[in-house]
Nanobody
Framework: QVQLVESGGGLVQTGGSLRLSCAVS????????IGWVRQAPGKEREFVAG????????GYADSVKGRFTISRPYAKNTVYLQMNSLKPEDTAIYYC???????????????WGQGTQVTVSS
């Protein structure tokens, strides 16, 4: 059973940084894409960033490009989302997702973590 466990959320001021972690377990992930999707209160879920497990191909939403970086260090079963220059509009619950079809920009996937809250104060 695929398990995704997020950590690293919290409260930060505008312009600050956070690093989210997603520990991935319970399967063989060759061909998968691991991503981050966020949802703010009253808003639809939004793709943030994703990375191919095997090839490291990454994709970003325009709203975070240049500020966020997704990575998976070699041979580690953890995906990181480094978030810099945070803005109040980045406030949301961030979910780690796993797509067995390898879609880097997927927002509808069968596997989700429990989510971690990110709050950016102005």
């Amino acid at each position: 059973q695929v398990q995704l466990v997020e950590s690293g959320g919290g409260l930060v001021q505008t312009g600050g940084s956070l690093r989210l972690s997603c520990a991935v377990s319970g399967g063989t992930f060759s061909g998968y894409a691991i991503g981050w999707v966020r949802q703010a209160p009253g808003k639809e879920r939004e793709f943030v960033a994703g990375i191919g497990w095997s090839d490291g191909n990454a994709g970003y939403a325009d709203s975070v490009k240049g500020r966020f970086t997704i990575s998976r260090p070699y041979a580690k079963n953890t995906v990181y989302l480094q978030m810099n220059s945070l803005k109040p509009e980045d406030t949301a619950i961030y979910y780690c997702t796993a797509d067995p079809r390898g879609r880097v920009r997927a927002t509808t996937t069968p596997y989700w973590g429990q989510g971690t809250q990110v709050t950016v104060s102005s």
